[in-house]
């Protein structure tokens, strides 16, 4: 058992991971996690572990999704992935995968989700990923597919770095004492969204906010709104790539991640406000 523990807790972080890009909130992703321990602990004579416990974690996972389709669509407003902080030792696929993408990750049905990540993120062959999700390798296939199409029409979505990140809260402050919108729009691509998911817990627009000038307004008229509350921005990482982290008196308020289109403008801003969301980065 002592052995089996050790291989276990040896690939604990990257099943984590795995659970969250399934699930999308930290403590799912540990329910399950937990659970395929307990499977795991059932099998006489484990071979190959990381396989092995990769399509339990996969199993488990798909479960809860489907079962959680109701709750996030009865959920108040826009459903937003809970931001993480960076772990001391990154994960190599969150290289292929950023908060954005995740953000967009609703279009997918579960059997989508499990052949993309497993496949193109994970580099499972579809025969392995067949035995994994019950569908056959050339279903799979075209289920890998269907996800890759499915996240490319939702426009491309390049990473930001700090520096645009510091250059899109400079702008922010130059609108927002001038009270003059151009050197905000300067920087929105013309597709810009704007995705606000407070679940009903605290303030959040209902719908996504699309357009420039829209998102800019919005962006200006909310501050006003909270002008006495001071509001400090930092730039913090979060899922692997530089955030802005908005803070109160009474702490952590809005994390607001970033998208990019290939000019350089941000083309997509997902602004989570839920505190169950944000707790874990207090």
């Not at 052949?115 to 799979?140: E, K, N, V």
């Not at 609108?175 to 407070?198: C, I, K, R």
């Amino acid at each position: 058992m002592d052995d089996r523990l050790a291989t276990f807790m040896a690939q604990r972080p990257r099943l984590l991971r795995l659970a969250y890009r399934y699930l999308e909130t930290a403590a799912d992703a540990e329910d399950v996690v937990q659970d395929a321990w307990l499977r795991y602990c059932r099998v006489e004579a484990p071979q190959h572990a990381g396989k092995l416990l990769t399509t339990i974690v996969t199993r488990l996972a798909l479960d809860k999704l489907r079962s959680a389709t109701h709750r996030r669509e009865t959920y108040v407003g826009e459903w937003l992935p809970e931001p993480l902080a960076d772990v001391a030792e990154p994960d190599p696929a969150a290289l292929d995968i950023s908060y954005a993408v995740m953000a967009c990750l609703k279009a997918l049905s579960p059997a989508e989700r499990a052949a993309y990540f497993l496949h193109d993120i994970y580099d499972m062959s579809f025969a392995d990923i067949a035995q994994t999700i019950g569908h056959s390798p050339a279903s799979c296939r075209k289920l890998a597919q269907r996800a890759r199409a499915a996240l490319a029409a939702a426009k491309p979505r390049f990473r930001p770095t700090q520096d645009d990140l510091a250059r899109f809260v400079q702008a922010f402050d130059a609108s927002n004492s001038s009270g003059n919108l151009a050197p905000l729009t300067a920087l929105l691509a013309e597709g810009v969204e704007f995705v606000s998911d407070g679940g009903g817990k605290a303030p959040a627009t209902i719908n996504i906010i699309r357009g420039p000038d829209a998102v800019a307004r919005l962006m200006l008229g909310l501050a006003r709104k909270r002008a006495d509350e001071q509001l400090a921005y930092t730039i913090r990482c979060v899922n692997g790539d530089p955030a802005i982290a908005i803070r109160t008196a009474g702490g952590l308020d809005t994390i607001v991640s970033l998208s990019l289109d290939a000019a350089g403008r941000v083309n997509g801003l997902y602004a989570v406000r839920n505190p169950d969301k944000l707790q874990r980065l207090q």
